[in-house]
Nanobody, 122 residues
Framework: QVQLVEAGGGLVQAGDSLRLSCAAS????????VGWFRQAPGKEREFVAA????????YYAPSVKGRFTISRDNAKSTVYLQMNSLKPEDTAVYYC???????????????WGQGTQVTVSS
């Protein structure tokens, strides 16, 4: 079992950057593929990005590819989401997730954080 706590959300203007972090505790962090998801008001939760256990493989949703970067620091048991060129449509609650799956990508994740709000004003 792993516990996840997100931080770094806030209110920014369109075009700004923001970095989210997700601190993990519990089982060995390197056992887990990690991902970021988001949920906007009135919409279903959607996949944003994922990163393999070693950090060597990434997967992005088309809507964020080229603007967002997922990374991890296994020594600190932390995963990051660097978000650049933010748009109002990026407004959502962002969730960190972890799973023992081998392939980084969308799909089922067993462990979730509580979420952090990101609001992008136009």
């Amino acid at each position: 079992q792993v516990q996840l706590v997100e931080a770094g959300g806030g209110l920014v203007q369109a075009g700004d950057s923001l970095r989210l972090s997700c601190a993990a505790s519990g089982r060995t962090f390197t056992r887990y593929t990690v991902g970021w998801f988001r949920q906007a008001p009135g919409k279903e939760r959607e996949f944003v990005a994922a990163l393999s256990r070693s950090g060597g493989s990434t997967y992005y949703a088309p809507s964020v590819k080229g603007r967002f970067t997922i990374s991890r620091d296994n020594a600190k048991s932390t995963v990051y989401l660097q978000m650049n060129s933010l748009k109002p449509e990026d407004t959502a609650v962002y969730y960190c997730a972890a799973d023992t799956r081998l392939v980084a990508g969308p799909g089922k994740y067993d462990f979730w954080g509580q979420g952090t709000q990101v609001t992008v004003s136009s």
